[in-house]
T-cell receptor
Framework: NAGVTQTPKFRILKIGQSMTLQCAQDMNHNYMYWYRQDPGMGLKLIYYSVGAGITDKGEVPNGYNVSRSTTEDFPLRLELAAPSQTSVYFC?????????????FGEGSWLTVV | QKEVEQDPGPLSVPEGAIVSLNCTYSNSAFQYFMWYRQYSRKGPELLMYTYSSGNKEDGRFTAQVDKSSKYISLFIRDSQPSDSATYLCAMRPGSSNTGKLIFGQGTTLQVKP
């Protein structure tokens, strides 16, 4: 049981390039999330999904796009990378969103935009 | 004003000390309160979860919620070097069914042998 798997672990992008962070979970969770974590700033929600085909914006969605074609996968697309997108990205999943369910996080993807 | 405030530390204590980690918040609608532990270069993992006010104990860890003061705490008894990590508080409204969490900035704890 792998849990939440993110790839790549590390990536360096040049300004203006695009890339996709991959996220997969094998727990049959319907809810999935993308957070970013900047030093001293905690985690900020970028996008989330309550099921296949349904996505919605979080606190900091600008510069990102997501899709959810299957229950298992929730890729995050960065278009026209900017230095402000240098961060650590965490994908997470949970079984439903209410009543204290546990949210499981992946190990993170370290992205540097130069 | 941030919705959730957490002293970033770092906090350094000797092994065996009692550690107190705290968060304050401004949104009175928050009903679910969580503490996550994050080791270096790893994702956060859920440590404690509390609904509404009160205390919850799990081994050496105790979570307290005081909704009247909008203040939550995590106490670690008999701290161990393996407790060295960043501790993040997180919370969300009771009416929310999307699972979206609001996180504090995280407190970095070092327990010295």
């Amino acid at each position: 049981n792998a849990g939440v798997t993110q790839t790549p672990k590390f990536r360096i992008l040049k300004i203006g390039q695009s890339m996709t962070l991959q996220c997969a979970q094998d727990m049959n969770h319907n809810y999935m999330y993308w957070y970013r974590q900047d030093p001293g700033m905690g985690l900020k929600l970028i996008y989330y999904s309550v099921g296949a085909g349904i996505t919605d914006k979080g606190e900091v969605p600008n510069g990102y796009n997501v899709s959810r074609s299957t229950t298992e996968d929730f890729p995050l697309r960065l278009e026209l990378a900017a230095p402000s997108q240098t961060s650590v990205y965490f994908c997470a999943s949970s079984y439903n969103g209410g009543t204290g369910n546990t949210i499981y996080f992946g190990e993170g993807s370290w992205l540097t935009v130069v | 004003q941030k919705e959730v405030e957490q002293d970033p530390g770092p906090l350094s204590v000797p092994e065996g000390a009692i550690v107190s980690l705290n968060c304050t918040y401004s949104n009175s609608a928050f009903q679910y309160f969580m503490w996550y532990r994050q080791y270096s270069r790893k994702g956060p993992e859920l440590l404690m979860y509390t609904y509404s006010s009160g205390n919850k104990e799990d081994g050496r860890f105790t979570a307290q919620v005081d909704k009247s003061s909008k203040y939550i705490s995590l106490f670690i008894r008999d701290s161990q070097p393996s407790d060295s990590a960043t501790y993040l508080c997180a919370m969300r409204p009771g009416s929310s069914n999307t699972g979206k969490l609001i996180f504090g900035q995280g407190t970095t704890l070092q327990v010295k042998p």
